[in-house]
Every structure is written in structure tokens, then in C-alpha cells.
């Protein structure tokens, strides 16, 4: 048998002398870990960047192309904005030709905006207003309505209660006083801030004449309302108690009421722990004048269809849909302003996002759907000649919308655009024109490009994990289906789209939840709670960030970081300076950086666009001064721990228990690429949920736990999820119960029972379609998840 050849990516024919470049041809890419990539990648066509997860393909398709296509967008701006982009830097790359302007569309967790919703994101809601003011039915001798006055976020449609939030906020003194045996003194008003500032508004009241050391519930109740509830700001002269090492002067001091105080703060503070801690102090109703629609009276009063404008905007986008098409064969402007806005919303449904509502909050929408939304709103945007480059597109996704997914993407390509997509799923990998495969694997065992070319020439290149998956060449180990030690029952179930339904999850075994995207998973796998009979404990594993800032990493949320600063301060030079723990940690003041107080970057505000995060000029990143950065352990900086990979780290401190056990258990679940000191800002939220998951299991808890796992496989190439599965059914061998909501049939097929809800998203859907062991249920006739899961089962 002959030797196999090393991997030589597909070779591109050199670039022509005219300039009309018709590939992206990228040299000496250095980004994160990829080793001085060069590969060349045809434009006007589908690409698909795979590999297994770290291997480098996000850091090839989005640090370096993606990066590089927008730095040059800034360079043919101002001044200004070109300064903050130099700040940002370019992407670690040689040099990228034939590139094209690019649009990035990440999986992105959306800004926490009451005002952003579905509507907004795709802009449907602005064709909804339009067709509003010009062809909605007005009451007799009503003027007709600019488009702004439908909307909630313009002052000519807001509620003047409610600023058109739609609900009202209001505080009351139990509240604001939750302990009236208190004096102000003491602290009765809890919903003032602490330190100084609420020491000042103390003083200040104790400047206008009210007593600060009596009981609140002694004071007069018409004293009582103007402390906590006056609009008034009465200025007086304060003259501080005179502190024993220092004096203080008089000062102008301006009074502000507790109400007025929280409802600033909830409103304009741009620290979210403020405005937490402020809505602790805030009751939430709808509101009583706009009944909760967020607009003016002269606006709720126009209707289309016989429905207000917020009736519509509650509609599931596929009946919204439905109900404006049979409204189109009136007035000119109605048939031209329906048509338009049905076709706008076409792409949403092709996706299979018809179950959600242009009312909904963006916040509660999963990563996943935002970027489809994104996407969808593309379609309709015609722009030519661009590359957009999508990360995972099928995140979240059932296999009967995968077609549909597919068939929007040949669309943009269609309309003269490239279209370059990271992704894991092997039915979008199949119909891509080209394949980018990075590997073999990941961190440092990655970043190079072992194919470039037609999907079908992958087949021979050795050492590709993904060639293993995509040809039928992967492993499938054996099944043996456990039997139920107990049943929980759930249910009945009256909670969004579930009318009644009642479930019954078997205990000490392994179940997928399955179903379309809106067929009401999470909603019924989101009534499981603590008291849970036959079981000791819930976990609750899902794919929210871990933290908002760099602040936040793996080493810090495992607890693993601890131990490792203990390490530090047993070592020698640490006990002669008389370092303690705390020196070696960033977040408290004493060893770290003050510039950029230990997150190692520093914001940066671009003005119009999203504020993103440049190296702290003073300590490059290391989060640390240089006197702490002079302790070394076993020839190693606190900082140069941090940047090891959790791979380096488990050889580094292997004969250190209390390390070593958190490190083996983010190996376990295929996180040895990661660096200790990763910012959580640059983790995906599929790398999340596994940094919880691994979390869990370094406690090694004995059976009788419950886990909850939503789509655990979202972001995993199909060889992590091999080892991913492993720790699951490992947990199920060790006495827990794992239930999983779940798209990926490879997971599917490996459970011992499944809970198929469905058939369709929305009002479709919302009931148990079928259930029992996964052959059971690739045979039920209704369900759409059946002949995915047959083909998965062979």
C-alpha cells in the first residue's frame, strides 16, 4: 500500500495582470494560533471554514480576513476614527489581495435594550408603521399619522407615561425602607447608594432639619413621604462632623429623594450593577394609560385588518404574515405596502423563525436567532459585490430548516456576493462550492490549512478530523439503553406556546428534547425545578457568558485561579516582600495594573459603531505592575501562567492537586486549547456552557444529580462532540440523570429516550408529538425530527 501524501491545499491559478482578482488570496497569516497561513479562496461562492473546535478557522475567516476587510473600511474614513481602528490593530497577517468589502455576522448575544426587539433588528417594525400611517382604517375626523407617531422610541408615538416603555416603574416605602426600626443614620433608606454619596444625602438632610436618629416608623408620615418621594432639590450649606485626621469644609449641598434617586439611576446609569441594585427598589406594572403598548392614544386608535398596530406586533411572524396577505387587495397604497412587507418577512420564515413576534425582546433571544434575523435582513438589503462571513449559521437550528438555511445562502451568493460561513454542521458543509479545513488540531496543535478546495477532494487528506465525519468514516460505538430508576412528572404545562401539556422524564438515563426551533423545549424543560423527587440536586448547564468583560475567564470562574495564587505566595521572594494571595489576584488593587485595573485591555469608544477593547498601553496585557510580574514560580510570571493553555497548564502543575483536578475536567469536555487567562468576551457560547459544565464536574459529586444541558452540541465540531458525549454518558454510568435540548441527531441517537414536542414553532407547535427510545421515535408519523433521527440511525 503506498505512503500517503502530506495535505496540499488546492493551488490557485496566479492572479491576472488586469487586477480583476477572482480569488481572496491570503498570505502569512499569523493570527492567534495559525502558523503563516497562506491559502486562496475563490469570491462569488459558498466557502465553508471547518475544523474542530480552536482549531484556527474562526481566527482565519474573522480575526484576519473579516478583520483586515474592516480596517481598510476605516482607513478611507476620518482622522479620528482611523486613529481608534490603529489603537484596535491590524490583524496579524502578511497580506490579504482580492479582498472585497465584508459583513460580519457573529454570534453575538444581543445589547440587554428594552427597546431592541425582532421588529427593530430586521427592521420590519419601520414597513409596519409605514403601512399604518398610510393605509391604516383612522377614526372619523382623525389626521392622519406620520409613521413616527407608531412607534414607542420616537417622542411623537411614546406613551407620555410610560416614555413608551409600555410599563411603568414605580417605588413605594416598603421598598425604599424595608427596615422602618432603622434611622437614616443607620441606613433605613436602603435604596441609597453606600459610601460618601449616601453619607452626603444623610447630611444633607440633617442640614434641613430632619431627624436622622430617630426611628423611621416615629417619623411623621408627611415627613416621611417627602424624604422618600419628593421631586423637589432644596440646596443647603452641609458642615460635615469633623473627623479626627482630616477637616472638611462646608460645602453647597443639593437633596435628591429616594424615588428620584433609583429612577435616575435604572434610567441613565451606564454601570449595570447600579441599575440591578436600583431595580431591587422598583415595582413593575403595565402601564395604565397605553395599557402596555408603549404609544399615544391617537396611534392605538388606527387599525389594520381590524387589529391595533401593537395587536400585529404580537403575531407569530408566520401568522402576521398570513393576516396582512388578506388584507392586500384594498387601496393601491395597501397592496404595494403589504406585498413589500410580506416579502421582507419571507426570509425570517424560510429560516424557520416564523414562531417569533416583532414584539419580542432581542434579549431573549438566543445567539443563533439573532444571527439568522441578521441574515434575514440581508437578503432584502441588495448589496452586491461583498463577502458576508457568518459564524455557524445553523446554531440552534432543526435539520428540516437546514434546506431552507442552505437555500438563503445560495441566495446572497446568487446576488453577487461571496459567502464565507464557519461551520460545524456536515449537511452545510456538503453544499458549499469550497472547503477551508484548519487543523489537525486545536491551539497549538492547529492553525494550518490542510485543504483548501472542492468539498469532495477533503476525502484524501489524511489527518482531517473532519474528513472522518464527513465521508462515514467516524466511529459508532455500541448502544445499550438504560432503563428508568424513576419517572418525573411535569406538567400540565400553561406557559407560552404549551396548552396543558404534561411530560414524563425518565430518571438515571440520558434524554434528548427535541423539536423545531419554537416548538416549546425550553419552555417545558424550564418547569424542572429544585424539588425534584429522587433526586439530590438540579444543575442548570446553559450558554450564557461566564462574564461580560475581560475581567471574566475560565481560570477565575473554575476556582482553579485560586489555587494557583496560592502557589505564588508560598514562594520565596513572595514571603520576603510579604505578598499574600490577594497580590497576585486583578481584581483587587496591590499587584495589578492600575491603568487598566487588572482586565489587561482597555475600552474603546468608536463613535456609531460598537465599543471594542484595545491592550492596556502600560502593561501590554499582562493585567499586572512589574513589581508583582518579578515573582516568578518555577520559572514562570503569574502572567505567563495565565497565558498558558489549559493543555500546558495540566503538565505545568501536574503534581498539584488542587489545580490538576479542574484542568483533567476542562479536558475531559475538549477545552484543553484555551488559554487560562482567555478573556470571557472571546469565548463562544458553546465554550461557555462546557467552562460550567466543567465546572460541575471537578466536584465530583456522587449520583443522584440532575444536569439540564440547552443544545450542548451547538458549536462543537463532531470529534468534540464524541468526547463531549463520552463525559455525559459517563455522568449517566455514575448514577445522574442528563436531559438535553437538542438539534444534533448524533446526540439524539445516542439517548435512551426521547421527547419530541412540536409538530411545527409557535402556535403550531406546544405539544409532546412522540416519545420513547430514539427508534420509537424516528418512526412516529407527525414528528418532523423522525426521518432525521431514522437516517441518523441507518
Known sequence: ??????????????????????????????????????????????????????????????????????????????????????????????????????????????????????????????????????????????????????????????????????????????????????????????????????????????????????????????????????????????????????????????????????????????????????????????????????????????????????????????????????????????RVLTDDLRARIGPVLELGLGYLSLDRPTPT??????????????????????????????????????????????????????????????????????????????????????????????????GSATARFLFGRSRRPARHVRSPVGWLEIGPVARHNLSGVAARFPLGVFTAVTGVSGSGKSTLIGEITEEVPGVRRLVSVDQRPIGRTPRSNLATYTGLFDAVRKEFAATGRARERGYGVGRFSFNVPGGRCETCQGEGFVSVELLFLPSTYAPCPDCGGARYNPETLEVAYRGRNIAQVLDLTVEGAAEFFADTPAVARSLAALLDVGLGYLRLGQPATELSGGEAQRIKLATELQRGRRGDTLYLLDEPATGLHPADIEILMDRLHGLVDAGHTVIVVEHDMTVVAAADWVIDLGPGGGDAGGRVVAEGTPETVSRAPESRTAPYLARELG
Open 365 to 462: 433571544l438566543s445567539a443563533g436567532e439573532l444571527q439568522r434575523l441578521r441574515l434575514a435582513t440581508q437578503l432584502t438589503s441588495g448589496l452586491f459585490g461583498v463577502v458576508y462571513v457568518l459564524d455557524e449559521p445553523s446554531a440552534g437550528l432543526h435539520p428540516a430548516d437546514t434546506e431552507a438555511l442552505l437555500t438563503v445562502l445560495e441566495r446572497l451568493r446568487a446576488a453577487g456576493n461571496s459567502v464565507f460561513v464557519v461551520e460545524h454542521h456536515l449537511d452545510v458543509v456538503r453544499g458549499a462550492q469550497w472547503l477551508v479545513d484548519v487543523g489537525p488540531g486545536a491551539g497549538e496543535h492547529g492553525g494550518r490549512v490542510l485543504h483548501s478546495g472542492p468539498v469532495a477532494e477533503l476525502a484524501g487528506v489524511e
Open 1 to 334: 500500500m503506498p505512503t500517503p501524501r502530506p495535505p496540499v491545499p488546492a493551488a490557485a491559478p496566479p492572479a491576472p495582470p488586469d487586477g480583476h482578482d477572482p480569488y481572496v488570496r491570503v498570505r502569512g497569516a499569523r493570527e492567534h494560533n495559525l502558523r503563516g497561513v497562506d491559502v486562496d479562496i475563490p469570491r462569488d461562492v459558498l466557502a465553508v471554514f471547518t475544523g474542530v473546535s480552536g482549531s484556527g478557522k474562526s481566527s482565519l475567516a474573522f480575526g484576519t480576513i473579516c478583520a483586515e476587510a474592516q480596517r481598510r473600511y476605516f482607513e478611507s474614513v476620518a482622522p479620528y476614527a482611523r486613529r481608534l481602528i490603529h489603537q484596535v490593530g491590524a490583524p496579524a497577517v502578511g497580506g490579504i489581495s482580492g479582498l472585497p468589502p465584508a459583513v460580519s455576522l457573529q454570534q453575538r448575544r444581543s445589547s440587554p435594550s428594552s427597546r431592541s426587539s425582532v421588529g427593530t433588528v430586521t427592521n420590519l417594525s419601520n414597513s409596519l408603521r409605514m403601512l399604518f400611517s398610510r393605509a391604516g382604517d383612522y377614526p372619523p375626523g382623525a389626521e392622519r399619522l406620520d409613521s413616527d407617531a407608531f412607534s414607542p422610541n420616537t417622542a411623537a408615538g411614546a406613551c407620555p407615561e410610560c416614555h413608551g416603555l409600555g410599563r411603568v416603574h414605580r417605588t413605594t416605602e416598603e421598598s425604599l425602607v424595608p427596615d422602618p426600626s432603622l434611622s437614616i443614620r443607620d441606613g433605613a433608606i436602603a435604596a441609597w447608594p453606600g459610601a460618601w454619596q449616601g453619607k452626603n444625602l444623610r447630611d444633607i438632610l440633617d442640614a434641613l432639619g430632619h431627624p436622622v436618629d430617630v426611628p423611621w416608623r416615629d417619623l411623621p408620615a408627611e415627613e416621611r413621604r417627602w424624604i422618600l418621594f419628593t421631586d423637589e432639590q432644596p440646596v443647603v450649606t452641609v458642615h460635615p462632623v469633623r473627623d479626627a485626621d482630616r477637616i472638611q469644609r462646608p460645602y453647597q449641598g443639593t437633596y435628591m429623594s429616594a424615588r428620584r434617586y433609583v429612577l435616575k439611576t435604572f434610567a441613565d446609569s451606564r454601570s449595570r450593577t447600579l441599575r440591578a441594585r436600583a431595580e431591587r427598589f422598583l415595582t413593575s406594572a403595565p402601564c395604565p394609560v397605553c395599557g402596555g403598548a408603549g404609544l399615544r392614544a391617537e396611534a392605538t386608535a388606527v387599525t389594520f385588518a381590524g387589529r391595533s398596530i401593537g395587536a400585529l406586533a404580537a403575531l407569530p411572524l408566520l401568522e402576521l404574515a398570513a393576516v396582512i396577505g388578506e388584507e392586500g387587495g384594498g387601496s393601491q397604497a395597501a
